[in-house]
């Protein structure tokens, strides 16, 4: 266990060390910020106004901004838990790169301490700089006066990163496991950072995609995580909508903005994404261990 922990603790020294990778880890959420901020958020406000001034609702701005404000937060921290475990994996192809991989298999090191080691990194990346992205978004939500969370609210969105985190970092071990050059990693780097805020739906509500598309994110775990955090981090500005309008229009809001997922005309609730998101990281952690046990297996043979 203790050379785990050290083997642990150097792969997360090596990636927190490199403030370049750190950067573009978190560049899909600063990109949610900022289309937020340039535009996003004033369109969003302002057509919701607009629906709720046809009912004859007047004085539910700070409602409204609420609303706004946290689907952007959880956009912006549900893309943060996928792409910061994936930078985080690029100690894995350095090492590959290096030789320092061969050179783990070739010591006395037991043959699991090293993917073990590699995928425990990989998940405390995620955790610490998710945190710190999750404080940022609890802070401005108290700051600009968009608070609506309850203590139970808090709680589910703490639950919901760290599952995320682990679910991510689970599946994207397992992904880059395969990948054996530099070039090849930044590419798959590159195409998911820019594509995963429209896979799961923080830089446009998934309901404004075609069902094809919609179908097709249901299988993807991030987007399950992502309709997680905005059901804990946006239904209490939701119910305040609510309270000021009718559930009729509430419901058309969470139908809009994808607090459930459509799977081929089936309506995914909060529990079942939670599994999904759950089941996920049991699956890839379970197929890590069966390729590395097959690649061990064949190395002996040879």
């Not at 266990?1 to 490199?18: A, E, P, S, V």
């Not at 609420?66 to 921290?77: E, Q, R, T, V």
């Not at 399950?224 to 000021?244: D, P, T, V």
Request: proline share 3%; glycine share 8%; charged share 10%.
């Amino acid at each position: 266990m203790n050379m785990l922990l050290q083997m642990t603790c150097r792969n997360l020294k090596i990636f927190l060390k490199d403030k370049a990778n750190i950067f573009f880890s978190l560049l899909c959420p600063l990109i949610v910020l900022a289309l937020y901020v340039l535009f996003l958020g004033r369109v969003q406000a302002d057509s919701l106004n607009a629906a709720l001034a046809e009912l004859g609702v007047t004085g539910a701005g700070n409602a409204v901004q609420a609303f706004c404000d946290s689907w952007m937060l959880a956009g912006a921290l549900s893309s943060a838990c996928i792409t910061v475990p994936l930078c985080a994996c690029g100690v894995m192809v350095q090492d590959k790169k290096r030789g320092i991989a061969g050179d783990l298999l070739a010591s006395p090191v037991p043959a699991w301490v090293a993917p073990a080691a590699y995928f425990f990194s990989v998940v405390a990346a995620g955790l610490v700089l998710c945190a710190c992205v999750m404080l940022l978004a609890f802070g401005w939500l108290a700051v600009s006066g968009s608070w609506c969370l309850s203590v139970a609210d808090v709680f589910a969105v703490i639950g919901t990163t760290v599952l995320s985190v682990v679910s991510s970092a689970a599946l994207l071990v397992f992904v880059v496991g395969f990948v054996k050059s530099e070039g090849a990693f930044t590419g798959i780097n590159v195409i998911l950072g820019t594509v995963v805020g429209f896979l799961i739906g923080a830089y446009m509500p998934l309901s404004m995609f075609p069902e094809g598309v919609q179908y097709f994110t249901a299988f993807i775990p991030g987007s399950h995580s992502a309709g997680l955090f905005r059901n804990f981090i946006m239904g209490g500005a939701l119910e305040q909508i609510e309270a000021l309008s009718s559930p009729e229009f509430a419901a058309g809001l969470s139908d809009e903005f994808s607090f459930r997922l459509n799977f081929f005309g089936h309506s995914v609730s909060p529990s079942a994404m939670a599994i999904v998101v759950a089941g996920a990281a049991v699956l890839f952690v379970c197929l890590t261990l069966l390729v590395r046990f097959l690649s061990a297996r064949s190395k002996k043979r040879t």
